[in-house]
């Protein structure tokens, strides 16, 4: 999770597929990206960009500087009525982002 400021440059809220890159070691990777505010839940008011990197669970990358690169919006932001039906929206982003990114 990446705040942004002023000084960030960062498209409109919404969901993107593209690819992270971490600065230390060049590695660039294919990412499901969201830009917002996580409507669905409603505390939460900081503009985020938040980048889950495809089919890797051995990554810590707390700390690394990283480069966000933005390929295809997929959608716009939406509130859902339940978390069940965010996480099967997320799931849809992830298979779409993949799906952009191998071809």
């Known amino acids: ?7 960030t440059a960062a498209p409109a809220d919404g969901v993107y ?4 890159t971490r ?3 060049g590695e660039s990777l ?6 917002g505010t ?11 960009v938040e980048s889950y990197v495809l089919d890797r669970s051995d ?8 480069e966000v690169t933005f390929v295809e ?5 939406v509130t859902f009525d339940s978390v069940d039906e965010l996480v099967v929206q997320m799931a ?9 990114l191998a071809g």
């Open 17 to 20: 597929a593209g690819r992270l």
């Open 23 to 25: 600065l230390d070691t």
């Open 1 to 7: 999770n990446v705040p942004t400021d002023a000084m």
């Open 30 to 35: 294919p990412a499901a990206i969201s830009v």
């Open 73 to 77: 919006r997929l959608r716009g932001m």
């Open 92 to 100: 849809e982003d992830v298979d779409r982002a993949r799906d952009l």
């Open 38 to 48: 996580n409507p669905t839940f409603h505390g939460e008011r900081a503009r985020r």
């Open 59 to 66: 990554l810590d990358l707390y700390g690394v500087e990283v």
